[in-house]
Structure formats: C-alpha cells, structure tokens
C-alpha cells in the first residue's frame, strides 16, 4: 500500500453566515468572516490516495488521470467561483473550511473507486496558518 | 542606503468587470475573473522602503512602526473585505492587481513620508504564479 | 471527525548541553548546539485538533479561539525568549526539538478539553530540514 | 514515541518507458514522461523515524547521524545522478515515484535498525504538486 | 510604468560537459554536474514584463496572454525535455542556468514587443538555492 | 551582465540592546528583542554576484566557489553562534538586521573581486515577514 498526493488551488469568494440569523449574531459568531459583501482565498487542496503498485507501470494510479478527475469534478467547480452560490454541491451548507473539504471527499470517493483505488484523505488549506484534513469517517 | 521589506498578508473578493460593458464583453475580455458573484484570493503584499541607518538603532524604521503603518492604511480596509465594494481607495477602479498595488503606493507614501523614510516598491501576489511591483512611477 | 491545524510561530534561543557534562562532553555529544552562548531559530508550530463538525457553524472550533489558546499559553512564552532561561514548562528540561514538542502538547492537551476538542498532535519544525511530531503517547 | 522527520534533496534524470513495449505504446501510457533523451526533477525526500526520546540528550537519534545515513544510503547515489542508469537499488525497476520511495524505504529500513529506532516513513516529493508516501506494507 | 511577473515551471534532463575536452577534464570543471548519463531538475521561470496600466482593463498584458506566450514558446520546448539534445534553441550551447536564461530572454523579448510590453527580466531557480536573473544587456 | 544568487542559511542567538542604555530605555525602544537572555532565528540569506559569462564555462562563477567563500567568510562565524558575543566582523554594532546584512557585504565584497566578479547585493531574511537589502552604497 502506498500513498499518493496531488495538489491543486482555487480562488473563490465565500462568507460565514446564517440565513435565519440576524446580522449582530453572525458578526458576533463568525467575526470579520461574515462580511455581506464576502471576501475570498486562495485554498490548496492535497488529495491522497492509496493503493497497490502496478508492477508494470510502476504506478498506484496515472497522476495524469488523478488530476483529471479532481479538475473536473471539484476545481472546475469552486475556481473563480463564489462557494456558497455557485457550487452545487455547497448548496444550503456553511462554507467553512472544514464542510469544504468533507464536500470534496463525498465528491471525489465515488469517483476514484471507479478506477480502484481508494480515497484516503483530502486536505484543505484555506490560509498558510489554517487548514483542515478529512479522511472520511 | 539600504532596503527594508515587510510582508502582509489579506484575503479578499473581487471582480474583473467594467459596469458599462455587457456581460458578454465583460466574460470575452476578463474570463472567468469577471465571474458576476465575485471570487477571492489571499493576496500577499510586500512593502519596500529605503533610508540611512540610524547609527543608534541600527534601524532604517522599527519595524513595529512599518507593520502599524501598513496594516491601519492598508490591510484593515481590505482584509475580509470586497475590494470592489468596500474599499475607499478603490471606489471607481478596476480591481485588477496592478491597480490594487498603484493604490497601495499612493496611500502609503506620504505616510511612510512623515517618518523620514521613503517607499521604494509595493509587490503584490495575487496567487503563487502571478504578481506585480510597483515603483510609483 | 475532521482535523484542523494551526500553525503559529515563534522566534528563540537554546542551547543542548547539561550541566552536569563538561564542556567537551557537551561539545562531544551536541557539536555547535552546545554553543555556551546560545543560538536560536525561528519554530515553526503546528498544533492539530481533532473533533465533529458543529451543524450549526460548519466549525470543530472557532480558529480565533484556537489561535488565543496556543497564544496565551505557548507562543507568548516561548517568542523572543530564551527556551532554557525564561520557559516555565521547560525547566531542568533538555530543550531539544523533541523535548519542546512533548512539553508543549501537555499543555495544550487539557486546555483543548476544556472546549471539548481533542488535541491530535504537535509538529514542531526547528528548520526546514528538521522536524518532530508527537500524538501524546 | 515520537516521529523525527528529516528532509533532503537531490537532483537526477530519469524516464519512465518499458524496453520491451514499443515507443509508441511507452509515449501512450506514460506520456512526455517516456522521452527517450530523459528528464529531471529536483526531488524533495522527507524520511521519518520513530522512537523513544532518551532522558540524557532529549534525542530519539541524534540528527546528524540520521543526516549521515540517509546521505551515504540515499543521497550520494541518486543526486546528480540518473535514476533509470546509475542507481544500483533501481537497477531493472520503474522509476516512478511510487517505486523510488518504496525502494528508498528498503534501503534505510535496516540501517535505522541498526541505530534502535524504527523507520516510520518515506516521503517523496516529484514536483511542488505531486508526492508519494510510504510506510513500509 | 509597472511590472508584472509570471512563475512558470519545467522539469528537465541536462548536464554541463564540453564535447571537445576530456571525461577528466569535465569532471575536475563541473564536478558532478557532468555526469555523462545527464542529472535534471525542476526549473522555476519568473518572467517580469513592464508597461503602463490600460486604463480601460487595468491590465498591462492579460495573464493569460502573458502565460500563453511563454508556454508556447518556452515551456512545451523545454518542459519534460533533455536541455542539451532536444531544444532547439540550446543546440551547441552549455546548459547552464545563466545560458538558459539569457536564451529564454532572447526567445521571448520579440514576442512580448509584438503585444507592445517590454520584457524586464527572466529569472531562473535550477533549485532552492540557486538561481540567475538576466535583464537583457 | 547576468545576475547569479545563492541563498545560505544560518541559526544564531541575538539581542537588540544597547549596554550604555538602562534596561527600561533598552525595553522601551526595543521590545521583546531586547530580552537580556536572548532569542534567535533562522536567518535566509541570498548573495548576488553580477558578470560576464565565460563562453567557455557558461558560467559567471563556479557556484561551488561561491559557496565556499560565502560559508567560510560568513556562514561558518554566524551558524550556531550569539551575533552580538561570537562574531567577529559584529562586535561593538547593533545586531539588527540591517546592521548585519551590511557588514556581510563588506565581509565578502573583497573576497569576490578576488574572483573576478561584482558583489551587487546581500538580502537578509530574520522572518518570513521581514527582510532587508543592501547593494553597497
């Protein structure tokens, strides 16, 4: 079993903010994160695999293909986008950087197990100094 | 003479966008930058000023007095904040890094000014890959 | 469960040796670390917590209140200090990087526990090339 | 136990293709990856040991003997070197990452034993986006 | 006037020998660097470019332009390449980081005139700790 | 003309103070970095050399060569050292960064003429957020 990681960024806008609550208690709760008019990252996000070595290729699974799949399924969706309005698979979810990452996971399972091998971990860095890591359970 | 360099850092939204473009034109000249819910990044600014020595500090400024300056003119307006919307010197601009890093320029030369040291540079990052300088002319 | 970490930093002196050893046993065992005047570095911290994400705010914990707890009790004692002198968790201790990243997950880990997360690990880097982690046990 | 991570790097060319598939079947599975003239990367190498900290020197192993292990078992025969050619413990294997990193952890395994601590991990470093781990099963 | 800088990245095979001399003679001028079966690295390319902000999109160049122009003429030649065998404008000419980067200059200078910048520098990292910059005379 | 940089590392214990000063004045002006036991830091420094490049070897300076006169002229007295006690070209200066970076680059401006090529400039990293630069003059 070996471990496999790749890297990739988005810049996208979000704010921390409940609907029902009013505008004092999100700015109590969640601070200068709560701006109405949002703010935004750069997040990095490192996607771990695992699995066996192919002995004839030398590899647990093409990087080329990894890359792909998280580009298409999650990149595509969060760069340059708002987080809470323009990602479908955010909708009606705090856009914390910890439901972030879960999202992803449940996003990006699924899709590797198509190609045998298993989803270990996705973490999420939201700030040089923040960051989240989700391993699925 | 001799350089000294503070980093900042703030997380913020933005657009590329010009109001009295469609947003048809607006998409073909800005991409996904002129997303119309807006997008983020955590830029990171660099601020360079230059002068003697003072012989009894050894300091060009202290650099607690450097960091005070940059972050009440500069990072409080734009930190969690949306610089398109919330930012006073930028009201009526483009958002776009080279116009940021101008305006960053402006503010803060005459502050730096009043404390007999003078801004060489403002260095901006906008993502790992692209950044500016500005040398105020 | 998810995990978040912080990181933090801070700037101090140390030096390896014991008192009891002579200065050539000192030198022996620990090289240049032994330096009787002291050298330092700047520490780069890593503290991770673990727990369930909140339904209500997307958090584990508030990263305000994560941050104050590592700072009122670890950072400000240990920045621009000198790690064998002036530490009170470091006392009659060898202040190597193991050591430092034990003492510090005690105290965390009860105070953590107080906001009902549980400490994870603490990864302590010296430099770029050097650093520990450890889970507490 | 604690976990003790050093990091090194080296420089070296390699190429991944099978001699017995064609060049074309090599370029359609492995891409610019298989360029029969080579490539190259500076590799980022992180092994962590486990241990116990002795009392006496807060060491798990002191790091300047595990620098040395690594360097004359590691370093000295892969940097400036080509992987594919003049590397002894690649010679008839894939020089992937995957295959580099598990074969690095073969090589350090019992050399570590020797010193009484255990060999935690292998981490392998291609490019700023692409990494491999291993731990030893 | 402001300057823009765009990071750029490829991996690539090369070494530093000279037809005409001695195996000997090689080693005792480029050390290691000339070991016959090539070593290689991940080259880091920051290309800075200067001209006045358009006032209409706040740009000096489009990034994307910006980036199309050294990937096409720069990156796919050297990216995944031998610097020595496969570049066409590194043929007969030592590869090293200065050469390098005076030829990427020389590439790229006419090209970004035609989009009416002016080209400032090209700066190359061959690894962490080393690196050349060029401006051009 | 082409630019060549080395960066060289080093950890050392310092303190800002000034004996003739009470403790208080020393305090007052210098915070937290005039703590009489000390603190310290990772320092970063980049070295920059400027010339011709020899056709013959691509070089401007064997960097071999140039790190060796950078360790033995400046990293060797400053690693693992108290700047204010343990270094020669230090004593009787204020040990600020800028004080430092300056007499680095009166240290090593000679010893590279010797070889031929043009100290341009000395930059000196005591954090990741602050940093100085001096060319000389």
């Known amino acids: 079993m070996i471990y496999i990681t790749?890297?990739?960024r988005?810049?996208?806008?979000?704010?921390?903010y409940k609907e029902e609550w009013s505008a004092e208690r999100n700015e109590a709760v969640f601070g200068n994160c709560s701006n109405p008019n949002w703010?935004?990252?750069?997040y990095e996000l490192?996607?771990?695999v695992k699995g066996q070595v192919n002995p004839e290729?030398?590899?647990v699974i093409d990087?080329?293909?990894m890359k792909a799949i998280i580009n298409e399924a999650v990149i595509l969706k969060l760069d340059h986008r708002n987080i809470n309005v323009d990602v479908d698979f955010m909708q009606g979810k705090m856009a914390s950087t910890e439901v972030i990452a879960i999202e992803i996971f449940n996003v990006l399972k699924?899709?590797?197990e198509q190609e045998n091998v298993c989803l270990h971990s996705v973490k999420l860095h939201e700030t040089e100094n923040n960051s989240?890591?989700?391993?699925?359970?």
């Open 110 to 112: 699924p899709l590797f």
């Open 6 to 8: 790749r890297r990739e």
């Open 63 to 65: 990087l080329k293909l």
């Open 57 to 59: 290729t030398g590899f």
């Open 46 to 48: 490192f996607v771990t």
């Open 132 to 137: 989240v890591e989700y391993f699925g359970n």
């Open 39 to 42: 703010h935004g990252h750069n």
């Open 10 to 16: 988005f810049s996208a806008a979000h704010k921390l």
